[in-house]
């Protein structure tokens, strides 16, 4: 009888320790970015200590990893290996949303504002003369997003045209070979392009302001489980930011690694920061996200997602992935939401409770 009863406590321990809801939290994270002059904070974050600050602030590890290539790493924050990421606000509908990854966009940073561009050479001088020639793009991102919108303005449309897929780590050494004659892409490569002899920029984001979003997206199922990987992380970004606006000696050093580790000098980096509509405050993030226009932009990021097969396989519509925004606002599939945009943890920076 003792043995049964033992048995039977053990068995029913073991059942108790199990229980998800009784499971300890986690407290090692790994979130990726890739070089882009709105996402160079995170990295500058990790260097300066200030992303270790926030997370012994609320007891959790978080690794901050730059990657080379921007669409491998949402690749891999898909598939499970990283909890976070720095994508575009397409990217993370196609790629994560679309793959059946519920996913939140923790921090709005910024949106182009001619921080990506679509740059011809030679005779080339307006986007109408890109009908009939080839251009070399991330495909499916936003340079292709941005190619789509530029030809609408010259009453073409991708029809008119061919692209060729192209990694952004290959894009500067393909544009500098004589195959390659017109790109799309961001900075600072779109810098590095329009340097070339011969070369213009036909077409840049800042004609299509704040379609172009640039986020920290976290998994949303870790996020829930575990609020202070999103509170550690949005401090740490708000932190760097109001550093870079500082006008401190520090700031300044700051700015100059930045610029060092983006390939280029303080002048240059700043002129990408100036092509770039950075929220640096809260304040300034939860006045985009709150926005009305916001559930508008998304919709039309949908369609042209839709229109290129990115939705994944057997979507009906553009509306085939649902998307939740700020004051219960939803567009697509309420039943199939897989992006949202929550305003809590930058709420909470705001109001200087994190």
């Avoid at 499971?23 to 090692?28: E, G, M, S, T």
């Avoid at 007891?59 to 976070?84: H, K, M, P, R």
């Avoid at 943890?345 to 200087?352: K, P, R």
Wanted: proline share 4%.
């Amino acid at each position: 009888m003792r043995k049964r009863l033992l048995a039977t406590l053990a068995l029913s321990l073991t059942a108790f320790a199990s229980l998800p809801s009784l499971a300890a939290p986690r407290d090692d994270f790994k979130v990726c970015w890739t070089i882009y002059a709105g996402w160079m904070p995170w990295g500058e974050a990790k260097a300066q200590g200030i992303i270790d600050k926030w997370a012994k602030k609320y007891d959790v590890t978080i690794d901050v990893v730059q990657l080379n290539d921007y669409v491998e790493s949402i690749n891999q924050y898909t598939a499970g290996q990283f909890d976070g990421c720095a994508m575009t606000n397409m990217d993370a509908l196609t790629i994560p949303a679309a793959g059946g990854v519920d996913t939140t966009a923790l921090i709005v940073s910024d949106f182009s504002n001619g921080n990506d561009g679509i740059v011809m050479k030679g005779k080339g001088k307006t986007v109408a003369d890109l009908k009939g020639k080839t251009v070399n793009l991330v495909q499916f991102s936003v340079s292709h997003y941005l190619l789509a919108r530029a030809l609408e303005t010259a009453g073409l449309s991708e029809r008119d045209l061919s692209t060729v897929n192209t990694s952004d780590a290959d894009m500067v050494a393909a544009f500098n070979t004589q195959d390659v004659q017109n790109v799309a892409t961001w900075n600072p490569l779109l810098a590095e392009v329009k340097s070339m002899p011969d070369t213009t920029e036909v077409f840049n984001s800042s004609k299509i302001p704040g379609e172009i979003m640039d986020m920290m997206v976290v998994n949303t199922e870790t996020l829930k489980e575990n609020p202070n990987l999103g509170k550690a992380l949005t401090g740490a970004w708000y932190e760097m930011t109001a550093l870079m606006i500082s006008e401190t000696p520090e700031g300044q050093a700051a700015l100059v690694a930045m610029a060092k580790a983006s390939g280029t000098d303080l002048e240059g980096f700043k002129a990408q920061l100036a092509n770039t509509k950075l929220f640096y405050t809260p304040k300034e993030s939860l006045d985009f996200v709150l926005s009305p226009d916001l559930p508008k932009t998304m919709e039309k990021i949908a369609q042209f997602s839709f229109d290129h097969g990115l939705l994944g396989e057997g979507a009906p519509d553009a509306n085939a992935i649902g998307m939740a925004f700020a004051k219960d606002v939803t567009v697509g599939d309420t039943n199939n939401i897989k992006l949202r945009f929550d305003p809590t943890y930058a709420q909470m920076a705001a109001d200087g409770t994190l």
